[in-house]
């Protein structure tokens, strides 16, 4: 991975021309989505690079309200660079974080809310607690929205169409069933986690997408830094030593 300089990096994930779902996740290699209930104890200096320069590439953070509170999430804020970076490249100094949450029992003092460099949206249902909901107003928007797909399209029409989903598994799974996921970035860690822990995806089945691989890295640390997108996307998948 130190072969590779921030710019050559981020050629390797670029934003798409189109509107793009793209959502990163580690996994061990026996398929565990966590140790002791955290992601953490997977992850190490490679794959929190990637995961801070998909920050740094999108327009909005899409995480699940599961996730955000259990992995304790912190204000979407990027160092000077990466900061420059999207300046440089036309974009605001910070993507917006995009909570999805059915109830809304979510803490409006949680820092990823209430210390947000840009007003968090909530995406919800109609059938979500009105008193949730007033409490939250201060320190975010809120936006009922019948489905995913349209909770999508609404980030479209706001301008955030290069959109990073960092899961839980079962975000993951309901944006699977609707067929909204155009690309996935997997970073293996070279760990046998054992029994235990769920895989990274959670929820009722859904008929296989395929995939095509764009690359797959290598570190020295031993994971495998893989990014795979929709079928007949790339039609010349590449393996690199990072």
Known sequence: MAALDDDELARLYPRADAPCLRVNFVSSLDGAVAVDGLSAGLSGADDKRVFRLLRMLCDGLLVGAGTLRDERYRPLTLDPARRAWRGE???????????VS?????????????????RPLILTGPASDPAARRALAPVADVADVPDLATGLR??????LTQLLCEGGPHLLGSLGEQD??????LSLSPLLAGAGSGRITAGPPHPPRSMTPAHILTTDEGFLLTRYARKG??????????
């Open 102 to 118: 059915a109830t809304l029992r979510l803490d409006p003092a949680a820092p990823a809310l209430a210390d947000a460099p840009v």
């Open 89 to 99: 490249h036309g974009l605001p100094a910070y993507p917006r974080l995009v909570v």
């Open 154 to 159: 609404l980030l479209h029409a706001q301008g």
């Open 233 to 242: 996307t790339f039609t010349s998948p590449g393996k690199e030593t990072a």
């Open 180 to 185: 909204l996921i155009d690309e996935l970035c």
